[in-house]
């Protein structure tokens, strides 16, 4: 908490100051609501994550993997992140070797040779991480590589090394390496060290001789311990949010640059040494550490439901699959996802998925037929689409079947959107689902990117990636209110919007790690921190109920938006407010159909101005501040603060 932030608002709630008012608004503003007119449902799914291979999302990010190109790959430049170490009089060599490696995934692997080595004079390689490696005190390291030697190598040291002090923090010893290919574990466990992420990893023998290595891996402590799995601080804050769902894997991501380049699933699953990696459409390779089942072991952590999105036979640089036979094994990939998800034992993919250690099958409700297929100029998706439809509805007829352009085939279950916009645009496009006449139907009209005033007897829709795109590398406040503006519309309109999910949700804040800007958290090595558009959506999901209420303001302007939603299982009102003016906003609330506790709790986020925002060095300067509202009744008065989004919780008696 903010204890600056918490006292000034606590005397604002007190009355004891007064809020700063530019150009004041001096007649309030009437916010009428009928507590007992529930006007519409509201979805329970409708705030989750989107994610991709983007911005190191993952790979330096999520994915708490330390080592950076544990898979020794190299491009014109030589061998990418590792460093060769020749510590006093030793001579060494390295250099990747294409001729042997671990796998048949992984057939390659680097060599050292190494010519002159000794105790006092070590030779071996070293691993800068990603920007980093990030160390606390008393904690323990996991790490593993695969190996072969020469003869009489001996053993392998691996230690965590000060880049400051070039002083060993942690140290393990792995006894002498086998002429074959092997997996070698170790751990490494700090002492009283200051947390730092100026940290390198090294490998090192102290005798003359060759040693390949390849898949050199090391973990910090997870989220829930899990093995192979994610950063804690991240998956707290997208608990925080209290997300519903999980779309993966893309995004651009599902479709690769190139057909060969796309999420293949079958070739991230099992044993990381058997998954090849490749490259991601944002500029550099996926590990595939976070493969097909670890996004599903992200949803049970975080208890929510996969969306999954199968690739559909179009790629980023213009390819894409012909209708007909040519499709058939892409249909083929996408069935046998579906069942390597639901599967039993008894069948081939459930039975793989048992075996890479999951026995009980996943939830599964929705699937998404590709990505952003409108974007296919060649116009296929009208002939991709219907086949995979068909043969989806066909063996799971219970499946939610979600379309990523308009078609004219078999009707979609859902309809995917998306919306990267400035502030402006979604205080405007906050009404861009109300239907026209108050209630239903205006046939949709496809404006190139989006359906608008959308048919209520049409497809649900799918917001699948929306952000207000302002500030940098993180959204500041005016990003934030565009946001908020954004949502009270996904809310009021959750009747036919079923799911929404910002995008991107992640960006690694070092140079060089952002492809995509603007990103809800941004992290580095060692810490990480949410924007001001993180709070909101985290206001957003917080509160929400399952119905929304008769309401009507008048009075309020421009850049003043709301949603009113009631949970009747927690006997709650939710008054989302948003204020995106310079003005403070003074209103009047009129509450019908209800009597409410004199005392509401009450969350703000607010600022200065709107380009205040949050950085990896100055993490709160915008987050929410708790304060109890007071003198709540069927009639009271209320001030908005200029830049804020608040919600009010009333406690109906
Ligand atoms: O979120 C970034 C990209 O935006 C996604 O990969 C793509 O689906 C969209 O165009």
Same mark, same amino acid.
């Given at each position: #908490?903010?204890?600056?932030?918490?006292?000034?608002?606590? =005397?604002?709630? /007190?009355?004891?100051?007064?809020?700063?008012?530019?150009?004041?608004?001096?007649?309030?503003?009437?916010?009428?609501?009928?507590?007992?007119?529930?006007?519409?449902?509201?979805?329970? *799914?409708?705030?989750?994550?989107?994610?991709?291979?983007?911005?190191?999302?993952?790979?330096?990010?999520?994915?708490?993997?330390?080592?950076?190109?544990?898979?020794?790959?190299?491009?014109?430049?030589? =061998?990418?992140?590792?460093?060769?170490?020749?510590?006093?009089?030793?001579?060494?060599?390295?250099?990747?070797?294409?001729?042997?490696?671990?796998?048949?995934?992984?057939?390659?692997?680097?060599?050292?040779?190494?010519?002159?080595?000794?105790?006092?004079?070590?030779?071996?390689?070293?691993?800068?991480?990603?920007?980093?490696?990030?160390?606390? $005190?008393?904690?323990?390291?996991?790490?593993?590589?695969? @190996?072969?030697?020469?003869?009489?190598?001996? @053993?392998?040291?691996?230690?965590?090394?000060?880049?400051?002090?070039?002083?060993?923090?942690?140290?393990?010893?792995?006894?002498?390496?086998?002429?074959?290919?092997?997996?070698?574990?170790?751990?490494?466990?700090?002492?009283?060290?200051?947390?730092?992420?100026?940290?390198?990893?090294?490998?090192?023998?102290?005798?003359?001789? +060759?040693?390949?290595?390849?898949?050199?891996?090391?973990?910090?402590?997870?989220?829930?311990?899990?093995?192979?799995?994610?950063?804690?601080?991240?998956?707290?804050?997208?608990?925080?949010?209290?997300?519903?769902?999980?779309?993966? $894997?893309?995004?651009?991501?599902?479709?690769?640059?190139?057909?060969?380049?796309?999420?293949?699933?079958?070739?991230?699953?099992?044993?990381?040494?058997?998954?090849?990696?490749?490259?991601?459409?944002?500029?550099?390779?996926?590990?595939?550490?976070?493969?097909?089942?670890?996004?599903?072991?992200?949803?049970?952590?975080?208890?929510?439901? $996969?969306?999954?999105?199968?690739?559909?036979?179009?790629?980023?640089?213009?390819?894409?699959?012909?209708?007909?036979?040519?499709?058939?094994?892409?249909?083929?990939?996408?069935?046998?996802?579906?069942?390597?998800?639901?599967?039993?034992?008894?069948?081939?993919?459930?039975?793989?998925?048992?075996?890479?250690?999951?026995?009980?099958?996943?939830?599964?409700?929705?699937?998404?037929?590709?990505?952003?297929?409108?974007?296919?100029?060649?116009?296929?998706?009208?002939?991709?689409?219907?086949?995979?439809?068909?043969?989806?509805?066909?063996?799971?007829?219970?499946?939610?079947?979600?379309?990523?352009?308009?078609?004219?085939?078999?009707?979609?279950?859902?309809?995917?959107?998306?919306?990267?916009?400035?502030?402006?645009?979604?205080?405007?496009?906050?009404?861009?689902?109300?239907?026209?006449?108050?209630?239903?139907?205006?046939?949709?009209?496809?404006?190139?990117?989006?359906?608008?005033?959308?048919?209520?007897?049409?497809?649900?829709?799918?917001?699948?990636?929306? /952000?207000?795109?302002?500030?940098?590398?993180?959204?500041?406040?005016?990003?934030?209110?565009?946001?908020?503006?954004?949502?009270?519309?996904?809310?009021?309109?959750?009747?036919?919007?079923?799911?929404?999910?910002?995008? $991107?949700?992640?960006?690694?804040?070092?140079?060089?790690?952002?492809?995509?800007?603007?990103?809800?958290?941004?992290?580095?090595?060692?810490?990480?921190?949410? +924007?001001?558009?993180?709070?909101?959506?985290?206001?957003?999901?917080?509160?929400?109920?399952?119905?929304?209420?008769?309401?009507?303001?008048?009075?309020?302007?421009?850049?003043?938006?709301?949603?009113?939603?009631?949970?009747?299982?927690?006997?709650?009102?939710?008054?989302?407010?948003?204020?995106?003016?310079?003005?403070?906003?003074?209103?009047?609330?009129?509450?019908?159909?209800?009597?409410?506790?004199?005392?509401?709790? #009450?969350?703000?986020?607010?600022?200065?101005?709107?380009?205040?925002?949050?950085?990896?060095?100055?993490?709160?300067?915008?987050?929410?501040?708790? *304060?109890?509202?007071?003198?709540?009744?069927?009639?009271?008065?209320?001030?908005?603060?200029?830049?804020?989004?608040?919600?009010?919780?009333?406690?109906?008696?």
């Amino acid at each position: #908490m903010n204890c600056k932030r918490y006292l000034i608002a606590a =005397l604002l709630a /007190a009355g004891v100051v007064a809020p700063v008012m530019s150009a004041a608004q001096t007649s309030p503003s009437v916010l009428t609501i009928h507590a007992d007119q529930p006007v519409s449902t509201v979805s329970p *799914t409708l705030y989750g994550l989107m994610t991709e291979e983007i911005n190191y999302s993952y790979d330096g990010g999520l994915y708490a993997e330390m080592v950076r190109n544990r898979t020794f790959h190299s491009d014109w430049s030589g =061998l990418l992140y590792w460093y060769l170490v020749e510590n006093g009089n030793a001579r060494a060599k390295m250099e990747v070797d294409k001729t042997t490696g671990p796998s048949d995934a992984l057939k390659t692997s680097v060599r050292l040779d190494v010519e002159r080595a000794d105790a006092q004079s070590p030779a071996g390689i070293l691993n800068q991480g990603y920007w980093g490696m990030a160390l606390r $005190p008393e904690t323990t390291y996991s790490g593993s590589f695969f @190996a072969k030697a020469g003869a009489d190598m001996g @053993a392998v040291t691996v230690s965590l090394v000060s880049d400051l002090t070039g002083k060993a923090v942690a140290t393990a010893m792995v006894p002498a390496l086998t002429l074959k290919w092997k997996q070698y574990s170790f751990t490494l466990k700090t002492g009283a060290i200051q947390p730092s992420s100026t940290n390198h990893l090294e490998l090192t023998v102290a005798h003359a001789g +060759s040693v390949w290595f390849n898949l050199v891996s090391l973990f910090p402590p997870t989220y829930h311990a899990r093995v192979n799995g994610f950063r804690p601080d991240l998956m707290e804050k997208m608990a925080a949010m209290h997300p519903k769902f999980l779309r993966f $894997p893309g995004g651009n991501y599902l479709e690769g640059n190139t057909i060969s380049e796309r999420f293949d699933w079958k070739k991230t699953i099992g044993p990381l040494v058997d998954r090849p990696t490749h490259l991601s459409p944002w500029g550099y390779r996926s590990t595939d550490g976070m493969g097909l089942l670890e996004f599903l072991g992200w949803c049970e952590d975080l208890k929510i439901e $996969p969306v999954l999105a199968v690739y559909a036979g179009y790629s980023l640089a213009g390819e894409h699959v012909a209708a007909g036979p040519d499709l058939q094994p892409y249909i083929q990939d996408a069935l046998d996802e579906i069942e390597f998800l639901t599967g039993g034992p008894e069948t081939k993919w459930g039975a793989e998925r048992v075996k890479d250690g999951h026995p009980a099958p996943f939830k599964l409700k929705y699937v998404e037929i590709g990505n952003e297929d409108w974007l296919d100029k060649s116009g296929s998706y009208a002939e991709r689409y219907p086949p995979f439809f068909n043969a989806i509805r066909s063996k799971y007829p219970n499946l939610q079947l979600i379309a990523t352009a308009p078609v004219n085939g078999p009707r979609p279950d859902v309809i995917d959107e998306h919306y990267y916009v400035r502030a402006t645009q979604n205080f405007h496009n906050a009404t861009h689902y109300d239907a026209q006449d108050g209630s239903a139907a205006s046939s949709p009209v496809w404006d190139g990117g989006h359906y608008d005033k959308a048919d209520r007897n049409g497809p649900k829709v799918f917001v699948g990636e929306w /952000a207000t795109r302002e500030g940098y590398p993180t959204p500041d406040m005016g990003a934030a209110l565009g946001d908020a503006a954004w949502m009270t519309g996904l809310e009021r309109n959750s009747d036919i919007i079923i799911m929404a999910s910002y995008a $991107p949700l992640l960006t690694n804040v070092n140079p060089g790690g952002m492809q995509w800007e603007t990103d809800l958290i941004g992290y580095n090595a060692m810490k990480s921190y949410g +924007s001001p558009a993180y709070y909101a959506q985290v206001l957003f999901g917080s509160y929400l109920g399952d119905h929304t209420l008769g309401s009507a303001v008048t009075g309020a302007g421009d850049k003043f938006f709301y949603s009113i939603t009631g949970s009747a299982a927690k006997k709650q009102l939710y008054l989302k407010l948003v204020n995106a003016s310079s003005n403070a906003k003074p209103l009047d609330i009129e509450l019908t159909g209800a009597k409410v506790s004199a005392t509401a709790k #009450m969350l703000s986020l607010n600022a200065n101005d709107p380009e205040e925002t949050n950085s990896i060095n100055d993490p709160e300067r915008v987050v929410p501040v708790e *304060t109890s509202l007071h003198d709540v009744s069927s009639h009271f008065k209320h001030t908005v603060p200029p830049y804020s989004i608040q919600v009010i919780v009333l406690d109906d008696q």
